[in-house]
C-alpha cells in the first residue's frame, strides 16, 4: 500500500456504499425420487414372442445381479409410445413376471417395442409361460439399480393396479415353441432379433443394419 | 535454410536480443482502441499496433515492418537479411500518442493458414525493423518468441474439403465397421486414407445415448479423422443406466488398442497412439465417459491396454447427471482434474436443464470438473442435433438451429479443442476463448446468421489462476475468497445474494428465489456464486486485493464468468447483450476502465424459451469474459500494473446497460 488505504480508495470510487448482505442460505435440495406418473401402466399387447438359446451365455445388465443369461424370449410389443419412446432420462422399466426386460429397440413413434427378457431352459424349452404372465411398465428408473426386491414391490403394485398376463394383439404371429438357437449373443442379435426389428420397426434401419455387422 | 547451416547462422548471430512486445491485432471502437490477438482467419485484417505513450522507446520512431514465417526465425536471427511474407516491408512513422494514433492495416492477403498440414494455423511473426538495416538486431522490436509466433493465421477447418464427402482436412478417410463379437462391442471407426504414412495418431473415442446409434457420429468421425486422428465411435449399453455404459467405454477403448490387427486387415496396427486419448460422450453416453474416467481413477481392472494418464480429454454432448455428486461415500459424476469440455443445447427437450429435473442439469458435470473447464452452449440446439442420425431434433422452443447450423459449429470448436489441449496448439486458444460474436472459425456460421448464439465458458485449471473471488471458500459477501474486502454501492449492496448456483424450486418462473434460473449446482455440489441487479443507476462492486496479492505483472488476463438472469424483469427490460465495465486501481488512485462491449461481445440474453414456468428465457447461460491486463495499461493510462489495490465492476447508464441482473462467478487472474 503506497499512500491510501485501499478502503478510503475505494470509498472514493462513489459517493456512498455499504458492506452487502450476508450469504443466503438456505438448505441443498435432495435428490427428488423419480416422477411415477401414472406408472404402472399395463396397456402391454403381445405380437409375437420368439424362445432362444445361446451356446454361450451373456450377462443380462438391466438388473442389478446382472445374471448370467443363455436363453428367454424375444418378444414384439405393442404399447404406448410415449413409453416405448427413448429418453435419457428415467425410463418406465419394463417387467415380464418376476424379471426386468431389456429393451432391444428404440420406436420414436410406432409403439412397437422389441424386448429381451431372460428365463431359464428345462427340458429344451424356455420355461416362460407368457399366457399365464404379467408384462408391464413398472415406476421410473435405471435399469441395473433394480434388484430382486424392488422388483417384487413393482410386481406387487402391479397387482394391486390391476395388471393381469398379457394379452395377445390383433396381430399376433404364433411362434415355434422350440427355441431357436444361437451361438453367442452376438449370432442372436445379428439374425433373430435384427429380422424381428426390420419386419416390426422397418423404420429403425440403422438399428438393423447395424445388429448386422459381423 | 538457405545457404548456410542453421549452426553456422546462429553462431554468427548477433548476441543482443531483441525488445518483444505485442503488435499483431485488431482495431476496437472504444478503449483500450486495440485487442492484441493470437489468432486471425484466413483473409481477415490484421492490424498493427504500437503504443508511445506506454512505450517511449518506439516514439516517433520511422519502422520497417517486416512479417516472417515463424520456422524461420531462427534464420533471421541468425543474420539471414530480412524479408516480408506480405511483400513488400510496411514503412509506418510512430508519433507521440497511443494505439489509437498508431495502428496500421497490414496487407495480409498472402498470408496463408496452414495448408497439407494437420496442425492448425501457421505462425507468422512481425518484427518491426527501427534501424532500418533490414537485419533483426537489438534495436528492433518482435512479436513473437523462439516459443511462440506472434501470431497465426488459420486456415478454414469447417467447411467440407471434396465434393461429396464429410471431410474438412487434408486427408481422405477411411470408415470400417468392426464387430468384436461380444455384446455391445460394435464399432464405427474412421481413419486417414494415407495411415500408413503418418505414424501414431491420437485416438478419439465418441459413446453415443440411449436409443442412439454408434453410426451416428459421421459428423465428427470424418471431420477428425481427415486431420489426423483415430475416431472410433462404439455401441453403446446405456438402457440399463451410467454404469453399463461407461463399461460400454472402457472395454471398446481397451478392444480397440488391444484387437487393432484385427481391424480392417490390420490397417491400424502401428498407428493408434494409446497415450493421447479423447472419450467424447453423448447424454447418457455424456455422462458415462465422465464416470468411466472416474472408474479408472479407482482403479477399474477392465482397462488393460491404457491408463487412466493416456485419457487426455472428456466431452460430454448435452449429458445427464445420474449420479450426481454421488452420495452414501460414493462417487458421483465427477471427471476429477483431466481437461473437461461440455457442449450444452438450449432447446434439448431431452437433458432439458429445467429447474424441476436435477438430472437433466448439463452444467453440474462441469461444475464438479477439477482441472481445465470448457463450456460450449447453442440457443436452439437440441438433443438430437448432437448426432446425424436424421430423426426427430429432441428440441423446443424458438428459432431451432437443427444439424445444419449445429454441426459446423461443433466442427469450428471440437478441432481447436483437441489440438490445443492434446498438443497445446496456441493457433486454438482463441476459438476457445474469444466470444463468438467477435471471433469463430471460417466456414462456421456467421454472426448474422439467425437463431446462432454460442456461449463459451474457459476456466483455467488451478496452477493457472489465482483467485481473486470464487464466491464460495469466503461466504461472506463482505469479503472475497482472496481475504480483500468487497464493497457495493449504496444501492447495489442490498441486492447481493452469494449462495449456491441452484435454483431452488421447480420452475424458471420469476419467483423471489435469488437463484432463479441457476443450473450450474445440483444436490451436494458447492459450486456458489453471486447475484446483483442495479436499475436506472450508476452502481459498482469492488473487490479489494490483499496485501501481497497486488502485483499482477506476472498474469496475462483478469477474467471472470456472468449471466443474464431468466426472466426477470431487469432482464426482460433490456433483451440483448448487457454491457457494464471492469475498472482496475492502484494505490497512487491511478484507474483504468474497460466496457466489456469494447471487444464485440457482451453477457448474452437468455434463449427465449418457453415452459419450465410461466414466461420466457432457460436456464441462466454463463459466459467468460477475459481481459488481457495490459489493456488496462494502453494510450497513457499511469496504471500500475504491480500495485493493484481493486477490481471493480461498475454498472449502470453510464457505464453500459442501464437495467440489469446477473450472475458473476470466477473473479480470477490468469497467466495465458
Known amino acids: ?214 | 535454410m538457405r545457404a548456410l547451416p542453421l549452426l553456422l547462422l546462429l553462431l554468427a548471430s548477433p548476441a543482443a536480443a531483441q525488445a518483444t512486445r505485442e503488435i499483431a491485432g485488431k482495431p476496437l471502437g472504444r478503449y483500450p482502441h486495440f485487442q492484441f490477438v493470437t489468432s486471425f482467419n484466413e483473409g481477415e485484417p490484421i492490424d498493427l499496433a504500437f503504443d508511445p505513450r506506454a512505450d517511449p522507446y518506439l516514439a516517433k520512431r520511422a519502422l520497417e515492418i517486416y512479417v516472417v514465417a515463424h520456422e524461420e526465425l531462427p534464420e533471421f536471427r541468425a543474420g539471414r537479411k530480412l524479408e516480408s511474407r506480405t511483400g513488400k516491408a510496411l514503412a509506418v512513422r510512430l508519433n507521440l500518442g497511443g494505439v489509437l494514433e498508431n495502428t496500421f492495416r497490414l496487407d495480409g492477403g498472402p498470408l496463408r493458414g496452414g495448408a497439407a498440414t494437420t496442425v492448425l494455423g501457421r505462425g507468422y511473426d512481425v518484427i518491426a525493423d527501427v534501424n532500418h538495416n533490414a537485419r533483426l538486431d537489438a534495436p528492433d522490436v518482435i512479436d513473437g518468441s523462439d516459443a511462440r509466433a506472434g501470431f497465426y493465421v488459420v486456415q478454414d477447418f469447417v467447411s467440407f474439403k471434396r465434393e461429396g464427402t464429410k471431410e474438412t482436412g487434408p486427408f481422405s478417410v477411411v470408415e470400417t465397421l468392426f464387430f468384436a463379437g461380444g455384446q455391445f462391442q460394435r464399432q464405427d471407426i474412421y481413419y486417414p486414407a494415407n495411415i500408413a504414412e503418418l505414424g501414431e495418431l491420437p485416438l478419439v473415442v465418441i459413446s453415443h445415448g440411449n436409443g442412439h446409434n454408434y453410426q451416428w457420429y459421421d459428423h465428427i468421425g470424418y471431420h477428425l479423422a481427415s486431420w489426423g486422428y483415430v475416431v472410433m465411435s462404439h455401441s453403446n449399453n446405456t438402457g440399463p443406466g451410467i454404469d453399463t455404459a461407461s463399461t460400454s467405454t472402457l472395454r471398446n477403448t481397451n478392444i480397440l488398442l488391444n484387437r487393432t490387427v484385427e481391424v480392417d486387415g490390420g490397417a491400424l496396427v502401428g498407428h493408434i497412439d494409446r497415450h493421447h486419448i479423447v472419450w467424447i460422450g453423448h447424454s447418457r453416453g455424456g455422462e458415462g465417459v465422465v464416470w468411466a474416467y472416474r472408474r479408472m481413477l479407482n482403479g477399474d481392472p477392465i482397462p488393460t491396454a491404457y491408463g487412466v494418464g493416456d485419457i487426455r480429454l472428456v466431452s460430454s454432448m448435452a449429458p445427464t447427471d445420474f449420479r450426481g455428486s454421488g452420495f452414501g461415500g460414493v462417487f458421483g459424476s465427477d471427471v476429477g482434474a483431466v481437461p473437461y469440455h461440455l457442449w450444452t443445447g438450449g432447446s434439448d427437450n431431452d437433458v432439458n436443464g429445467c429447474a424441476n429435473c436435477d438430472i437433466c442439469q448439463t452444467f453440474h458435470l462441469l461444475e464438479r470438473a477439477d482441472g481445465l473447464r470448457l463450456s460450449t452452449s447453442l440457443h436452439g440446439a437440441g438433443h438430437g442435433d448432437f448426432h446425424d442420425g436424421g430423426g426427430s431434433s429432441v428440441a423446443a422452443g424458438p428459432c431451432l438451429l437443427r444439424r445444419d447450423l449445429t454441426h459446423p459449429i461443433m466442427r469450428g470448436y471440437l478441432l481447436p479443442l483437441v489440438q490445443f489441449v492434446l498438443d497445446g496448439n496456441p493457433a486454438c486458444r482463441d476459438f476457445l476463448t474469444r466470444q463468438y460474436e467477435e471471433f469463430r472459425p471460417l466456414g462456421a456460421p456467421a454472426l448474422d446468421t439467425p437463431c446462432v448464439s454460442v456461449d463459451l465458458m474457459f476456466l483455467d485449471e488451478p496452477g493457472e489462476r489465482r483467485v481473486i473471488d470464487d464466491f464460495q471458500s469466503e461466504p461472506a459477501v463482505g469479503r472475497s475468497s482472496s481475504g480483500g474486502e468487497v464493497l457495493a454501492s449504496a444501492g447495489l449492496a442490498p441486492t447481493l445474494v452469494e449462495g449456491r448456483l441452484d435454483d431452488i424450486n421447480a420452475s424458471f418462473t420469476e419467483s423471489g428465489d435469488p437463484m432463479n434460473g441457476m443450473t450450474l449446482a445440483g444436490p451436494g455440489d458447492p459450486s456458489a456464486g453471486l447475484v446483483l441487479e442495479w436499475s436506472g443507476a450508476d452502481e459498482f462492486l469492488s473487490f479489494e486485493l490483499p496485501a501481497g496479492q497486488r502485483d499482477l505483472s506476472g498474469f496475462a488476463r483478469l477474467s471472470f464468468r456472468a449471466a443474464q438472469v431468466t426472466r426477470d424483469a431487469l432482464t426482460r427490460a433490456e433483451l440483448g447483450d448487457l454491457d457494464f465495465e471492469v475498472e482496475l486501481a492502484d494505490s497512487d488512485l491511478h484507474r483504468s476502465t474497460i466496457r466489456i462491449s469494447a471487444y464485440g461481445g457482451g453477457i448474452e440474453e437468455p434463449y427465449l424459451r418457453g415452459g419450465c414456468g410461466e414466461g420466457n428465457g432457460w436456464g441462466n447461460e454463463f459466459e467468460s469474459v477475459r481481459i488481457a491486463l495490459d489493456d488496462f495499461r494502453r494510450d497513457g493510462s499511469a496504471l500500475d500494473l504491480t500495485d493493484v489495490v481493486a477490481v471493480s465492476f461498475l454498472f449502470g447508464p453510464s457505464h453500459g446497460s442501464a437495467d440489469g441482473r446477473i450472475g458473476l462467478d470466477e473473479l480470477v487472474l490468469t497467466r495465458d
Open chain 1, 1 to 214: 500500500m503506497k499512500k491510501l488505504a485501499v478502503v478510503a480508495l475505494l470509498a472514493l470510487l462513489v459517493v456512498g456504499f455499504s458492506v452487502g448482505r450476508g450469504l443466503a442460505s438456505r438448505p441443498q435440495q435432495t435428490r427428488a425420487p423419480a416422477p411415477l406418473s401414472s406408472l404402472p401402466d399395463g396397456r402391454v399387447e403381445l405380437l409375437e414372442a420368439v424362445p432362444f438359446a445361446l451356446d454361450t451365455p451373456f450377462v443380462h445388465e438391466w438388473r442389478a445381479e446382472k445374471p448370467e443369461v443363455s436363453a428367454g424370449y424375444l418378444l414384439v410389443l405393442k404399447v404406448p409410445p410415449e413409453l416405448a419412446r427413448p429418453r435419457q432420462t428415467y425410463e418406465a422399466v419394463l417387467y415380464v413376471g418376476d424379471q426386468t426386460a431389456e429393451r432391444c429397440n428404440y420406436p420414436e413413434e410406432s409403439g412397437i417395442l422389441v424386448a429381451l427378457v431372460p428365463a431359464p431352459l428345462v427340458d429344451g424349452h424356455v420355461d416362460l409361460d407368457l399366457a399365464q404372465t404379467p408384462i408391464w411398465f413398472g415406476a421410473l428408473e435405471l435399469p441395473e439399480r433394480v434388484d430382486a426386491p424392488r422388483i417384487a414391490r413393482e410386481r406387487a403394485q402391479a397387482l394391486r393396479a390391476g395388471i393381469g398376463p398379457v394379452k395377445r394383439g390383433a396381430r399376433f404371429v404364433a411362434a415355434p415353441a422350440a427355441p431357436a438357437f444361437a451361438r453367442d449373443r452376438g449370432e442372436l442379435e445379428a439374425t433373430y432379433l435384427a429380422d424381428l426389428i426390420e419386419r416390426w420397426s422397418p423404420e429403425e434401419s440403422d438399428l438393423v443394419s447395424g445388429l448386422r455387422v459381423r
